[in-house]
């Protein structure tokens, strides 16, 4: 299992003093559940990495798009929630053909973008658990033909395409529900499999019942707290902190999605992400809001997936394309103000702008 790099910021954790519309927050998945640090050890990053300016040219204020997918299928037609595993496919290499690499969502919300220097990072999130994400043929081998699948071959084919992706998977909890991605004696094994290989498990509530916004806090909160438990029935160590909210809908208590505690058991989110909207932007802008984080669906009507990524290319300006250097922000001198310099002092970030290939600023 990923134990990812611990980098803690020196404040004191406590949910109920996180605002909703800042990312006052930093902490990695490091222990198991209920650990929390009260007070962690100060940020060292390394020196700001060496850039050539003549090669790259680092837009760390722009957007960065998540994707959001449901079921893949075998059929050529996109319907509600199903996407042809072909046109997945088709995505994916488009992404890659536009200087796309995946990074993590952990990784995009501390704003530790790990992107090589001139690509752009891009976030797939895959909902719901369905069958089309995560199958086994009848010979016990992972479907070539399913998202998995398609993202382990793609890797292999091209390793500088990471595997990375976040699942917000429902289990069955629920007994009305089928086991994660549909296959009951395989479920253990698959979420082993994900996190193992880099991808990411996220909470998408128990019963992904879009009434929520009448629940009271009391239900609110069994509704997060028993879909971390049901995770944990299957990864008992693994720390479950991001949340996508079922069609995007909110309690009416929005701190809830933040922490809370239900029976026992406590639970906290470093973001929280909606469903279908538009591309989302830079983790250290000013606007920047990690509990009302967009995603953007598949189709090729107004706001889907293919929309926006035309309208990035188109606009080249709104793009992110990062300098290669996780610990440092680097941007032209005009986009400065985009930025907000307190959450970069925070998080103890490099901060870089230039014109042309002249370095204006560098600290
Ligand atoms: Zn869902």
């Given amino acids: 299992m990923r134990v990812a790099r611990t980098i803690f910021l020196a404040l004191s954790v406590t949910s109920a003093a996180v ?120 010979d016990g081998k992972v479907d070539p033909n399913c998202a998995v699948g398609i993202l382990d071959d793609f890797h292999a084919k091209h390793p500088d395409w990471a595997l990375k992706g976040s699942f917000f998977v429902l289990t069955n909890g629920d007994p009305h529900l089928p086991p994660p991605f549909y296959q009951a004696d395989t479920a253990q094994g698959k979420m082993e499999y994900l996190v193992r290989e880099g991808f990411e498990i996220g909470n998408h509530t128990v019963h992904h019942q879009l009434g929520m916004r009448h629940w009271p806090d009391v239900r609110v909160q069994q509704e997060f707290a028993q879909a971390v438990t049901n995770i944990h029935t299957f990864l008992p160590s693994y720390v479950v902190d991001t949340l996508a909210l079922p069609d995007g809908v909110f309690p009416q208590n929005k701190k809830l999605v933040i922490g809370g505690a239900s029976g026992g058991v406590t639970y906290h989110n470093i973001c929280a992400l909606k469903a279908g909207a538009e591309p989302a932007i830079s983790p250290m802008s000013i606007r920047f809001k990690p509990y009302y984080i967009p995603r953007i669906i598949p189709g090729t009507g107004r706001d889907t997936i293919q929309f926006w990524l035309n309208f990035l290319e188109k606009n080249k300006g709104s793009k992110f394309v990062s300098d290669g250097d996780p610990n440092t922000y680097t941007l032209n001198a005009i986009q400065k103000s985009q930025l907000s310099l307190p959450r970069l002092q925070k998080g103890h970030f490099h901060l870089r702008t230039y014109n042309g290939t002249q370095v204006i600023d560098s600290k």
């Fill in 19 to 138: 605002s909703l519309t800042g990312c006052h927050l930093f902490h990695r998945r490091a222990a198991p559940q209920p650990a929390k640090p009260k007070v962690a050890a100060p940020v060292v990053r390394p020196p700001m990495a060496a850039l050539d300016l003549t090669k790259v040219s680092p837009n760390e204020a722009g957007m960065v798009p998540i994707l959001e997918y449901h079921d893949l299928v075998s059929t050529n037609k996109t319907k509600g929630y199903q996407y042809p595993a072909a046109a997945f496919r088709k995505d994916i290499q488009w992404l890659y053909d536009h200087k796309y690499r995946p990074i993590s969502l952990h990784d995009y919300v501390l704003g530790e973008i790990d992107c090589p220097a001139g690509m752009s990072p891009v976030i797939l999130t895959f909902d719901d658990a369905l069958k089309g994400q995560f199958r086994y043929t009848p």
